[in-house]
């Protein structure tokens, strides 16, 4: 740093002091401009109010940001939750060049300008860094919200004393296979159940590798003491099946949820009979 560069720094750290509610002010005017009036106004100048002193302690102890930089994480995350985009949040803290130009502008001090272009370049810094932060927050919080998405579209029913289902629902891949599964397996240890339905109503198409996957689940099932049914085997389904040459072994199968649930009450001991008006009569099988 040369000796301009020393002087400027101090002058400019000297203002920022000097001037710290007259800066603030307009940097939280100027900040609340830039993300549209959808930000509380008393929680963005908290946020700002302590990004400042930490910019001050940043300027005081010559270059340890830490601080600063764990504030501007802070900020990034909440705004990343509150629905702003990553150029609004860095644009929050570009705005506090705009802030401070306007003083030095008024001293008409070249030691002073001197200052406020090594000032600009480390806001700079900090708003890229804002930014990176900012995306890598957003990241998160859509992985946190697909995996509560996956676990909602993978309910496991308790249909029955001791017969559990598992209707899915669109796409079925590894990632989800496994959520199935310890859904499942957790089920059958919570319920004591020994039977259990997955039903793939809803499930577009079977190929291949989405077989391998429902006979996944039925194994880890079965490795558990519980036998599966797979209902909703659909005439298409069946065609592609047989076409793809795709083996069931001993794995019982079934069109519908009902014959489904229908077979796992039989095997449970419960008799299902069906009555000529069309109403279902169940009873326990006498030993």
């Known amino acids: 740093m040369t000796a301009h560069g020393d002087a400027g720094q101090l002058r400019v750290a000297e203002l920022l002091r000097a001037q710290e509610e007259t800066i603030l002010k307009r940097w939280i005017d100027l900040a609340g401009a830039t993300v549209g009036g959808r930000a509380d106004r008393s929680v963005l100048a908290g946020r700002l109010r302590e990004l400042y002193q930490a910019l001050l302690q940043f300027i005081g ?72 932060t900012f995306v890598s927050a957003r990241e998160k ?64 198409a079977v190929d291949t590798q989405v077989a391998q996957h429902l006979l996944k689940a039925v194994v880890a099932a079965r490795l558990m003491g519980a036998e599966c049914v797979i209902s909703g085997i659909r005439p298409q389904i069946a065609h592609t099946i047989v076409t793809l040459g795709i083996e069931f072994g001993d794995i ?9 649930l229908a077979y796992a009450l039989r095997k449970s001991g419960v008799q299902v009979t069906q009555r000529a008006d069309k109403h279902v009569v169940v009873g326990l099988e006498r030993a």
């Open 61 to 132: 102890e010559g270059g340890d940001a830490s601080d600063l930089r764990g504030l501007l994480a802070d900020l990034s995350r909440a705004q990343a939750r509150e629905g702003f985009t990553p150029a609004e949040t860095a644009a929050v803290v570009f705005s506090l060049k705009e802030a401070v130009y306007g003083l030095i502008e008024a001293e008409d001090d070249v030691e002073a300008l001197r200052g406020y272009i090594w000032l600009a370049r480390h806001i700079d810094d900090l708003g890229l860094f804002t930014f990176e």
């Open 141 to 204: 919080i859509i992985t946190d919200q697909a995996e509560q998405l996956l676990e909602l579209s993978t309910p496991v029913v308790k249909l029955w004393d001791g017969i559990l289902a598992v209707p899915l629902v669109g796409t079925l891949d590894s990632a989800r296979t496994q959520v199935v599964m310890e859904k499942l397996l957790q089920g059958l240890v919570e319920t004591g159940s020994e039977h259990a339905v997955i039903d793939i109503t809803g499930v577009p």
């Open 252 to 260: 019982v199968t079934k069109s519908s949820l009902a014959d489904a």
